[in-house]
């Protein structure tokens, strides 16, 4: 049993901030059980409460009223030794999160679930249940959209735990599907598009895949050369090379946001019909400039350099015959 000396008035605050939440969540508890529970003798854990129940909040006259103060079940307590509060104060009243504010964290939690890097996925699920059930409102059903990359990622994710390679078939907009071998280190996301971050072992350099665009995708026989502790990953997705050819384009300043993790360098400042240019670090190949521009119809133009400009043409005349 833990000794009897008085308690000071900080350890005293502490102890009766643990005490009432701990009877809160049991709801009915002996006095033994508590004193058990805390380490403390049986008459420490009646003191407490006794003080708790003349504890509470005083109403708009700054006096108290009932209802302000604590309450227990003093029959109970009395003649059977049971602690059992009857009223809470301002317990009910704490902040809680709108239902904008809990579907926003469920749905960063579901997109935390999705990344192999994640272990413990049952705490995860417990604390979106939790922010579910605590909302000020009905939570929205928000969800950050992986369900057609399920297979890949669950590949992935037996990749990193396994500490093993990679291997999958990666196609580009207007190249069909080569063999990548590669050591995942992270998925990330922008909007519902969603990245693999790896080492790739035949150019021995950090690259850039989109899961929409890997098939095939397996686990191989070598164990991993790189892990996410050996390499440095910039916080945008794509970074220059010293092979990477700079491209200019021009865009509506609107369209800017979508843009931003591809940026060389600052954008120009917006003239005055909303647009803007930008300046992006290609592969010679500028499958990515034809896959961005692809997925801004309307909106972005290739101002420079000609190549560039034949390879949006080509994709676009390769669409049109293909309809």
Same mark, same amino acid.
């Given at each position: 049993? $833990?000794?009897?000396?008085?308690?000071? &008035?900080?350890?005293? !605050?502490?102890? +009766?901030?643990?005490?009432?939440?701990?009877?809160?969540?049991r709801e009915r508890v002996s006095v033994a059980e508590a004193a058990r529970h805390f380490g403390v003798p049986e008459a420490r854990i009646r003191r407490a409460v006794e003080l708790i129940a003349v504890s509470g909040i005083p109403g708009e006259t700054m006096?108290?009223?009932?209802?302000?103060? @604590?309450?227990?079940? #003093?029959?109970? @307590?009395?003649?059977?030794?049971?602690?059992? !509060?009857?009223? =809470?104060?301002?317990?009910?009243?704490?902040?809680? +999160?709108? $239902?904008?504010?809990?579907?926003?964290?469920?749905? %960063?939690?579901?997109y935390l679930s999705a990344l192999p890097e994640a272990a413990d996925r049952d705490a995860i699920r417990a604390l979106m249940a939790k922010l579910s059930r605590g909302a000020g409102g009905a939570a929205a059903n928000v969800a950050v959209g992986q369900e057609l990359h399920d297979a890949t990622l669950t590949t992935i994710r037996r990749a990193m735990s396994e500490c093993r390679g990679l291997v999958f078939e990666y196609a580009g907009p207007r190249s069909k599907?080569?063999?990548?071998?590669?050591?995942?280190?992270?998925?990330?996301?922008?909007?519902?598009? #969603?990245?693999?971050?790896? #080492?790739?072992?035949?150019?021995?350099?950090?690259?850039? @895949?989109? =899961?929409?665009?890997?098939?095939? &995708?397996?686990?191989?026989?070598?164990?991993?050369e790189r892990s996410i502790e050996d390499v440095v990953i910039p916080d945008t997705l794509f970074q220059q090379?010293?092979?990477?050819?700079?491209?200019? !384009?021009?865009?509506?300043?609107?369209? =800017?946001? =979508?843009?931003?993790?591809? +940026? &060389?360098?600052? &954008?120009?400042?917006?003239?005055? %019909?909303?647009?803007?240019?930008?300046?992006?670090?290609?592969?010679?190949? @500028?499958?990515?400039?034809?896959?961005?521009?692809?997925?801004?119809? %309307?909106? $972005?133009?290739?101002?420079?350099?000609?190549?560039a400009r034949d390879a949006v043409r080509a994709f676009a005349a390769s669409a049109l015959s293909a309809d």
């Amino acid at each position: 049993m $833990a000794d009897t000396q008085p308690l000071q &008035a900080q350890d005293k !605050l502490a102890f +009766l901030l643990a005490l009432v939440p701990y009877l809160i969540d049991r709801e009915r508890v002996s006095v033994a059980e508590a004193a058990r529970h805390f380490g403390v003798p049986e008459a420490r854990i009646r003191r407490a409460v006794e003080l708790i129940a003349v504890s509470g909040i005083p109403g708009e006259t700054m006096q108290y009223q009932h209802g302000d103060l @604590f309450d227990i079940a #003093w029959d109970d @307590f009395e003649q059977n030794a049971m602690i059992v !509060l009857t009223n =809470l104060v301002a317990i009910d009243d704490s902040p809680r +999160l709108s $239902a904008r504010e809990a579907s926003a964290l469920i749905a %960063g939690l579901q997109y935390l679930s999705a990344l192999p890097e994640a272990a413990d996925r049952d705490a995860i699920r417990a604390l979106m249940a939790k922010l579910s059930r605590g909302a000020g409102g009905a939570a929205a059903n928000v969800a950050v959209g992986q369900e057609l990359h399920d297979a890949t990622l669950t590949t992935i994710r037996r990749a990193m735990s396994e500490c093993r390679g990679l291997v999958f078939e990666y196609a580009g907009p207007r190249s069909k599907g080569r063999t990548r071998r590669v050591d995942a280190l992270r998925v990330e996301s922008i909007d519902t598009d #969603w990245y693999l971050r790896a #080492w790739d072992l035949d150019r021995q350099a950090l690259r850039t @895949f989109r =899961l929409d665009r890997m098939t095939n &995708a397996r686990v191989d026989d070598r164990p991993a050369e790189r892990s996410i502790e050996d390499v440095v990953i910039p916080d945008t997705l794509f970074q220059q090379s010293s092979n990477d050819v700079i491209v200019t !384009l021009e865009l509506d300043a609107s369209s =800017l946001p =979508l843009v931003a993790d591809f +940026l &060389a360098d600052t &954008a120009d400042a917006p003239d005055d %019909g909303g647009r803007v240019r930008i300046r992006l670090a290609a592969s010679a190949g @500028f499958d990515g400039v034809v896959r961005l521009v692809a997925g801004l119809p %309307g909106r $972005a133009v290739v101002i420079d350099p000609p190549a560039a400009r034949d390879a949006v043409r080509a994709f676009a005349a390769s669409a049109l015959s293909a309809d």
